[in-house]
């Protein structure tokens, strides 16, 4: 039998509008992947615009960078044990013609942890996969 969260179940921490957002804030700033070699995704970037939580990313291509959508990210609360739940995560959907990536975005000591569902779109009999990148802060 599965045994779901309940908001009361939560740190008040975590159900507070005011301090779910501040505990958001450690998100914000430019971080780059700590795999220089990455094929993937070399750079995300989070602002605060108000209440809302922007999120672009920079992937690698053959040719060059490849500036992702601009998207509004949803705050979650984060549940692990490690944050002690009083950390907030942020999950963002970026679309393209041909894939859609779902991400969730959370700190684990230090290190932005991002991971990837990508769903193909376009029939072109790649596979669906999932994958985590981990990122540091920039200078």
Not at 28 to 36: C, D, E, I, S, V
Not at 107 to 127: E, H, I, K, P, Q
């Amino acid at each position: 039998m599965l045994e779901f969260k309940q908001i009361s179940h939560l740190d008040s921490v975590l159900t507070n509008p005011a301090t779910r957002t501040l505990r958001a804030n450690d998100l914000l700033g430019r971080w780059l992947n700590t795999n220089r070699e990455t094929t993937g995704i070399a750079e995300c970037n989070i602002e605060r615009q108000g209440e809302r939580f922007m999120i672009s990313l920079v992937g690698v291509g053959s040719k060059g960078p490849i500036e992702w959508p601009r998207v509004e990210g949803k705050l979650l609360a984060n549940l692990d044990e490690e944050g002690g739940q009083r950390a907030v995560a942020v999950s963002a959907t970026f679309e393209f013609s041909f894939m859609k990536s779902e991400t969730y975005i959370r700190l684990n000591r230090g290190v932005l942890v991002v991971v990837f569902y990508n769903t193909f779109l376009d029939n072109s009999s790649r596979a669906n996969y999932v994958t985590r990148e981990f990122f540091s802060r920039s200078a």
